[in-house]
């Protein structure tokens, strides 16, 4: 399909909010409310996802994994806009349904875009958004003492398929956003074993990690060394919060979503990466997540 | 280089603006000044450069022709982020230096971006941006009777190598949205015979160009079908501008850059897209530009 085609076929199905440009000039047009973040995130051919993938699986999950950035921020999301380098082996009108629905389901409007031909199949999204709850929750709020909580078991996610349909936790990163006693969040994209450490070192703290404590998914195979895939398989999606400690009983009490909150370990002052073993020594932490190469 | 690697050795590098949080976090934080334009463009192996660019001219055209979209605004840029899928044989902090350098040339801060490996290399860059004159100048604000002025001359971009050193015009984007005798604007990328009749249909008119009146770049054969040239080859980056008749001389006049406008075309009432052929006639139009197919 030639771009201007798929442009023009992109255009008849969107509606663009009121007194918002979307797509069809040379940039989209909007008057935003307030402080704004934004992210970019981007899937590629083989590293993310193979050929067994669904053309309207890869768009939801492209949309998915960004709009996890904005969930990551305590945000809602304002717009999106994709770049879209598609081969002809690949159904560029069935990945941008897909993708489409996803923000749909999220009441992200896809207001851009760039598309053109390649060799390998990359769908990169750009996510902004504004504050849900008066303030945007950094990786960077975090004090020594804080708890680490997370929002859902982890791990599988590769292996089940269940990576292909990240859920954007947008509601849960909104309500953390609303709570003081929450002074850092972000999403858990690359594992525990990667993500924790740098929420930690963003915020100029080491951590101390409970690897007995990490709720393992059920996609997690029993036979498997389950405690090391749900630190570092990766793709999970599910949100890691910093939270005061004296505010975690209540914290807990008001949760008002079906997952369960689990403590997985704390910040602590000297900058190094510890976690308790089984026979709940402290040692260095030795597990690794997953880290893309170029 | 792995991914972790790039970012903070990026992170070292770039400075963020006061009040506003760039790379590191799951996404980046700004207070936007007010209504805000945003643009995504993508370049790929093989289809926009080929192995005999250098890195950092890669970087360079990937960040010009974004900013490109904003000076097709008539903006002035806020920020970056960009997705850079990179194979191994690529030097991606080479790539990331170019592009890094000519968006500070244009005072645009890199304030985010997603990164990971690939078969062929694409940077994808997202630009954002407000009015740099109080308006945007959109591509459907022209009305029949309209003159179709280009800021410079056109052709040759991709046998010279001019393609990988675009010149985004932000201030002459800028300086066109001061005059309220501007009615649209857009930056040529896929050549005046495709990027015409989009600024015409966008705003709901017909054009009837001048292909005697099209300002040859140097950069074209002489021997060459000069006028197919640079009507065709497209990556010109110039921009072009919907004037109203009656202020063109004055405008001309007040036009303070050293390249001449030209008018190139008026815009009409009828859908319709028509030329002057060489004896003077009004015929249809049979140029055809560059059109990227999926």
Chains 1, 2 share one sequence.
């Not at 629905?101 to 851009?112: I, K, V």
């Not at 760039?114 to 303030?135: F, M, N, Q, Y």
């Not at 704390?266 to 308790?276: A, D, F, G, K």
């Amino acid at each position: 399909m030639r771009e201007n085609d798929l442009i023009r076929e992109l255009r008849a199905k969107l509606r663009d909010p009121e007194g918002v440009l979307g797509i069809g000039d040379d940039c989209c047009v909007w008057t935003p409310g307030g402080t704004t973040c934004l992210s970019v995130d981007a899937i590629v051919e083989g590293r993310h996802f193979t050929s067994v993938a669904t053309p309207a699986q890869i768009g939801r999950k492209a949309a998915g994994a960004a709009l996890s950035d904005l969930a990551a921020m305590g945000a809602r999301p304002v717009g999106a806009a994709v770049t879209l380098v598609c081969p002809g082996r690949w159904d560029a009108a069935a990945i941008m349904d897909g993708l489409i629905a996803e923000l749909a389901r999220h009441h992200c409007p896809l207001l851009g875009g760039d598309t053109c031909g390649g060799d390998a199949l990359v769908v990169s999204v750009t996510v902004w958004g504004e504050a849900a709850k008066h303030r945007l929750l950094k990786r960077s709020g975090a004090t020594p003492g804080d708890l680490l909580v997370v929002t859902g078991p982890l791990g599988g996610s590769l292996a089940s398929g269940r990576h292909l349909a990240p859920q954007p936790l947008l509601a849960e990163g909104a309500w953390f956003a609303g709570h003081p006693a929450v002074h850092a969040l972000m999403d858990l994209s690359d594992g525990l074993a990667t993500d924790a450490p740098k929420l930690a070192e963003a915020s100029g703290c080491g951590c101390l990690l409970l690897p007995a404590q990490v709720p393992v998914h059920p996609d997690v195979p029993e036979m498997s060394d389950t405690v090391r895939a749900a630190l570092c398989d990766g793709e999970d999606y599910e949100l890691l919060a910093a939270v005061a400690p004296d505010q975690w009983p209540h914290l807990q009490l008001a949760w008002p979503f079906a997952n369960r909150l689990c403590v997985v370990g704390w910040l602590i002052e000297q900058r190094e990466i510890l976690m308790e073993d089984r026979a709940g020594r402290v040692v260095p932490f030795t597990y690794k997540g997953f880290e893309h190469s170029t």
